[in-house]
């Protein structure tokens, strides 16, 4: 405190002493310049050359202050542009929840501008027009979310319209797309999804059943749906025209053997079978399908096997009864079978057996024609007007 105090005293005394100086002889400055001329004295221009200095030094410190504030306000500026465009693009998806289509549609193109995810914003709002149907719109939304969509975004962009498409029932548009992206994703399991969609949609079972083994493998479906859409794709691929029975028996080789015992899978690739007269196929797989269980229309078909052995199917037959015990479908088998063989003793005899448990045309027809292979005509004219009445 003492030594400030003398400093002060000091600087004092010598402010005192320089101004009776300068009052005794306070000099000039003289300032020329072209033709103008200025003169001051020295104490006045040491004033201001100070007072400049001062308003100098300031003037620059506020342009240094100016200048790294310039950074804040930008950033400051361009945080409330993000928070204003996250809130008009979180009101947006919520809207879209709400199924307000065309308001979702205003907030989400509105919040895209100032977005930094505007890919999201376009592709929602191209759902919103999606769904008021407006396809124009959502194929211009849908543009615009390709355009600005970096590399790894553009799967979610194709996904997206694919998407719509299908469920808009768009599976022509859709598989366009969609057969694109499987070419440079072909494990990807929506894609695989969405495919499975298109081709059941177009009911192209054929396209479909290549797919059937990159469902399962790479889990795009659970194992319920997938079973639903394998037994779904193979009965209708049996069920259709098909004049190349090497074809049919290589689907049936290659497919899952879960699905060989499925009971509609198995009367539709007999029946195919059947047509195209694969009777030796079509008589081994009813014989060992028939070993585990009992299936009604597998037997009926097995009594129609025209050019094999009806003696051994007939033995077959009669092993399939003492198994599965009467019933009217197997006794009918039998006496049609017998017919076959030229047992007609057995096949009357099997034919009164069904009778007894259901009277059917069919059966009354089976009765008449044992009758007749036994030289029988009144019995058998007598069950031809019961068939008759029975129409």
């Given at each position: ?129 999606h769904e008021k149907l407006d396809y124009r719109r959502r ?253």
């Amino acid at each position: 405190m003492i030594f400030r105090l003398i400093v002060y005293i000091i600087i004092l005394i010598l402010a005192v002493w320089l101004g009776l100086v300068l009052e005794q002889d306070p000099g000039y400055v003289l300032i020329a310049f072209k033709h103008w001329t200025a003169e001051t004295s020295i104490w006045f221009a040491l004033f201001v050359w100070l007072v400049s200095l001062f308003v100098i030094y300031y003037l620059y410190r506020f342009l240094i202050v100016l200048t790294k504030s310039h950074g804040h306000i930008l950033r400051w500026h361009k945080q409330k542009r993000f928070v204003k465009a996250h809130s008009v693009t979180g009101a947006g998806l919520l809207a879209l929840e709400e199924a307000e289509w065309a308001l979702a549609e205003s907030l989400l193109v509105k919040g895209a501008s100032s977005s930094n995810t505007p890919v999201v914003n376009f592709i929602n709002a191209a759902r919103a027009a999606h769904e008021k149907l407006d396809y124009r719109r959502r194929d211009k939304y849908i543009k615009n979310a390709y355009e600005r969509a970096e590399k790894q975004e553009k799967l979610a962009v194709a996904l997206s319209i694919a998407n719509m498409q299908v469920e808009h029932h768009q599976y022509t548009e859709a598989l366009n797309i969609l057969k694109k992206v499987h070419d440079n994703e072909p494990k990807h399991p929506y894609v695989l999804r969405l495919l499975k969609d298109c081709y059941l949609g177009l009911k192209r079972w054929q396209d479909l059943l290549p797919l059937l083994p990159a469902l399962k493998k790479h889990k795009a479906l659970d194992d319920k749906s997938l079973r639903k859409v394998e037994q779904r794709t193979y009965e209708k691929i049996f069920r259709a025209e098909n004049d190349d029975i090497k074809a049919l028996i290589k689907i049936w080789e290659h497919m899952p053997k879960e699905l060989q015992i499925d009971p509609v899978i198995l009367k539709n690739y007999c029946c195919q079978l059947i047509k195209l007269k694969g009777y030796e196929n079509a008589e081994k797989i009813i014989e060992r399908s028939l070993k585990s269980e009992f299936y009604p229309e597998l037997v009926t078909y097995y009594s129609k096997l025209n050019g094999l052995e009806a003696e051994h199917r007939l033995k077959q037959a009669e092993k399939w009864l003492q198994k599965y015990g009467e019933n009217t479908t197997l006794l009918k088998a039998l006496s049609r079978i017998a017919i076959s063989a030229k047992a007609f003793e057995q096949a009357r005899d099997y034919a009164k057996k069904s009778l007894l448990v259901s009277e059917e045309i069919d059966v009354y027809i089976l009765l008449a024609l044992a009758y007749q292979g036994l030289g029988d005509d009144l019995h058998k004219q007598s069950a031809m007007q019961k068939a008759i009445a029975l129409l």
